[in-house]
């Protein structure tokens, strides 16, 4: 597991932005057990980073991202970021989180929804304009204001999220399947404007998906999964030079990476794709959904 | 004279439509034009009634305290406007005074219940099956008992089986609004470490604006029934409610019917106004957006 990625990341040896240690997660429907959805998942993620997590649907890469930002608990193993429990680092507005959907508000301008987290940190009015403006020209919607949300496609609505998430500026920026929902062409463009906005920020980046191309161009490192119960099977060093363009996409290299992923997906018995349901992600949202009521 | 019904509904809907900002005349008299071509099968229909009513009337030759003509709906209507035995003005706005301070009791009521439930779970185990068992119960059968308790002739009396109605719809809404949120929202202002007064604030609270403004809408209708109800049973003359009951018993059927009629135009006006409420105030509703 080395961090052998190469720029973004001058310091690999240092501690890292965040440590997964043997974390076990278990779904149970009073005392029988439904769902092992994670396995002795062991996860180091090193300042800068960007590292992606891949599997079939099911292999519960959701659920360890939801782990890591503290939405929902380990059954037994530890999860430590920038040296303190995922809560604590919660607490200290540590995460920045992008979702499949932009989980925007329609009573919220463009610009009010971007400024909401610093509303919640008790920003002054003048310096959460001026972020959320930065914020906003960072991701190119300058000129989208004063819209409201509906008025947004749906890659622009996204990139409202992002711009949204990046904000407070968070150590770790945790994106769940945040193209998931986009064409491919909007996909690859928002690939682009990603690499950019990690490459501008510095920030590091753990990001779910199921799709291979992406998770290669994008990543420093990609981590393929496997289901029932979910395991990192493989971490692969992705040593394509930066900056990534669209050249990159027509690399040897490119393909070869493309390729020892989808070899590394087939070897831990999963096609991607694989339409069984996805009861960790499913349920753990159900359980939060109980727990934000009361 | 029958026509004098029709621009009832027509003027109303013209100043509801968010007019934003002051540009464009043009596009302002287009959209006229639409609101126009799409009321007019809905006017010219009442119309039609109305003049049908007339006549149909008049051709079977029934008896006016059976079915009196709009025409002298209407003529009763003038005749008892201010004053004399049966006054309908002031009446209606006595009747309105009533429903509408039943309405802020019974949605205050609703709100509080409403967020009690909503903030903690034990309150809504005891509160939501009261409620739900409370509307079942036919409330209208306590008037009576509201009479006794309050004073036949006090108005509160009538109020209180208004806010009795309106309780149960926005206490309902308003707590649906506030517990039906994403949970996607929920785990969002989770990642900021949000308080749970933040999420109320900025996520509960507008999510139920929408619920809010639904219950209302039922809300004056029923408050209204609620206080023209009350006064079946008794209490101040001069108000809607016995001015059915007493012209019907003196088989004065015209001014019954104008009675209701007042009754009817009172309601529409109340809800009319909740409608332009809400479009001021949840424009990004998605049932309240105007395409462009």
Known sequence: MTAGSGPPSPTPAAAPVVRVAGVDKTFRRGDRVVTKALE???????????????????????????????????????????????????????Y?????APVLFDWRTVEDNVKLPLEVLGWDGARRTARAREMLELVELGEFLRHHPYQLSGGMQQRVAIARALTFEPSILLMDEPFGALDEMTRERMNGEVLRIWEQTGTTILFVTHSIPEAVFLSTRVA?????????TKIIDVDLPRPRTEQTRELRRYFELVTAVREALRAGGGDLDDSGTVGGAASAQRTIAEGGVG | ??????????????????????????????????????????????????????????????????????????AALQANWAEGRFALLPSA????????????????????????????????????????????????????????????????????????????????NVTRGLVQVEPASLELMRSYAAS??????????????????????????????????????????TVLGRMIVQSASALKFDVTWAA????????????????????????WHAAMRVDA
């Open chain 2, 196 to 237: 749970e007064w933040t999420v109320l604030r900025k996520v509960r609270i507008p999510n139920a604006l929408p619920y809010f403004f639904t219950a209302m809408k039922v809300a004056t209708t029923l408050s209204l029934i609620g206080a023209i109800v009350g006064e079946y049973f008794g209490g101040s003359a």
């Open chain 1, 224 to 232: 393929v999964m496997s289901a029932r119960p979910g395991r990192i």
């Open chain 2, 1 to 74: 004279m029958s026509l004098s019904a029709g621009p009832l509904l027509a003027p109303g809907r013209e100043t509801l439509p968010p007019s934003s900002g002051s540009a464009a005349g043009e596009r302002r008299a287009l959209r006229t034009t639409r609101a126009i071509v799409w009321y007019l099968p809905a006017v010219a229909v009442f119309v039609g009634a109305i003049v049908g009513w007339e006549l149909i009337v008049g051709a079977l030759n029934l008896q006016r305290f059976v079915f009196p003509k709009p025409s002298a709906i209407l």
């Open chain 1, 96 to 100: 920045g989180m992008v979702f499949q």
């Open chain 2, 93 to 172: 706005l006595a009747t309105l005074q009533e429903a509408l301070i039943g309405l802020a009791i019974g949605t205050v009521a609703g709100l509080v219940v409403a967020f009690a439930s909503a903030r903690w779970v034990t309150a809504r185990g005891i509160l939501l099956p009261l409620a739900v068992a409370a509307n079942a119960v036919p409330i209208i059968a306590f008037a009576p008992l509201l009479n006794n308790w309050f004073g036949l002739l006090n108005p509160l009396s009538k109020a209180l089986m208004a806010a009795v109605l309106v309780f149960f719809p926005v206490m309902a």
């Open chain 1, 40 to 94: 002795a998942i062991d996860l180091d993620i090193a300042r800068g980073e960007f590292v992606s997590l891949i599997g079939p649907s099911g292999c519960g890469k959701s659920t360890l991202l939801r782990i890591v930002g503290d939405l929902t608990a380990p059954t037994s193993g530890e999860v430590t970021v920038n040296g303190k429990t995922a809560e604590k680092a919660r607490r200290d507005r540590d």
């Open chain 2, 260 to 283: 209701i009629l007042l009754g009817a135009a009172t309601g529409i006006v109340f809800y009319l106004v909740v409608v332009a409420i809400e479009r001021l105030v949840i424009p």
